[in-house]
């Protein structure tokens, strides 16, 4: 099976920065994207930013200029570095990926367990 295992969340000050990991494990051929969705009380699960196998990256409007996501392919695993937190970034943040596994033989979507980020003074 596969795993994506994530760290990082916390609670940080307005301005402050946070750095979150995920990392996928298990029975891997490669992977077509990955990333992270955020999903804030009361509100749909939202695209943060994602990176597919080509190299490009997407973002969210909201945090264009403020997160980076980048990815270390040599241990499956993606990092999103968050400056300048704001408020409304709180949310319960998920790693996503969608791969090829060998189990299934075919693209499949994984998602993490998630993990909290609240911003406030």
């Known amino acids: 099976q596969v795993q994506l295992v994530e760290s990082g969340g916390g609670l940080v000050q307005p301005g402050g920065s946070l750095r979150l990991s995920c990392a996928a494990s298990?029975?891997?051929?490669?992977?077509?994207?990955m990333g992270w969705y955020r999903q804030a009380p009361g509100k749909e699960r939202e695209l943060v930013a994602v990176i597919i196998s080509g190299g490009s990256t997407n973002y969210a409007d909201s945090v264009k200029g403020r997160f980076t996501l980048s990815r270390d392919n040599g241990k499956n695993t993606v990092y999103l570095q968050m400056n300048s937190l704001k408020p409304e970034d709180t949310a319960v943040y998920y790693c996503y990926s969608r791969l090829y596994t060998p189990v299934y033989s075919s693209l499949r979507s994984f998602w993490g367990q998630g993990t909290q980020v609240t911003v406030s003074s």
């Open positions: 298990g029975s891997i051929g490669s992977i077509n994207s």
